[in-house]
């Protein structure tokens, strides 16, 4: 009747909470900054969606992770990100965010073809504001890992 679970299977179910509580306390974010613009400003633009994912094949995740209050940080920056005319004609931006085997940014690569000069500058600019991706428990190595920052105008 009763299943003993190995402390792996442990942190395993632990990290997979984690990441469920994560994804949640995100999609409660991007639901209550939409309201909230909508709200300000009807003639305003859609409010930015802000998403951190983990492009890396391991099944159960990143060894780092961003703190809950990433989120709010870059969508403080998004009218500087989207400020000149040339830019705001861009809806979606991907941005691929490489984090080193020590939980530092090491490096980000803007994926649009037409992200001008200035663009990409204020994107690395953004981007240094960051604080650093925290470890999540249950990794024994720390490998570096990209992510996929996709910020919407």
Not at 95 to 104: A, N
């Amino acid at each position: 009747m009763y299943t003993c679970l190995s402390n792996r299977d442990v942190m395993i179910k632990k990290f997979q909470l984690s990441v469920l509580i994560m994804a949640l306390a995100l999609i409660s974010f991007s639901v209550s900054a939409s309201v909230t613009s909508e709200k300000d400003d009807e003639n305003s633009r859609v409010s930015s969606e802000l998403r951190l994912h983990s492009t890396s094949d391991d099944v159960y995740g990143s060894p780092w992770e961003f703190p809950e209050f990433t989120n709010e940080i870059i969508d403080s920056y998004v009218p500087f990100i989207f400020r000149t005319k040339k830019s705001a004609e861009i809806t979606e931006l991907r941005v691929i965010l490489s984090v080193s085997e020590k939980g530092k940014i090491a490096g980000y690569k803007v994926i649009k073809e037409d992200a001008d000069k200035g663009l990409k500058e204020r994107v690395g600019f953004v981007l240094r504001q960051l604080p650093r991706p925290q470890s999540v428990v249950g990794f024994e190595q720390h490998e570096s890992t990209d992510f996929l920052l996709i910020i919407k105008n």
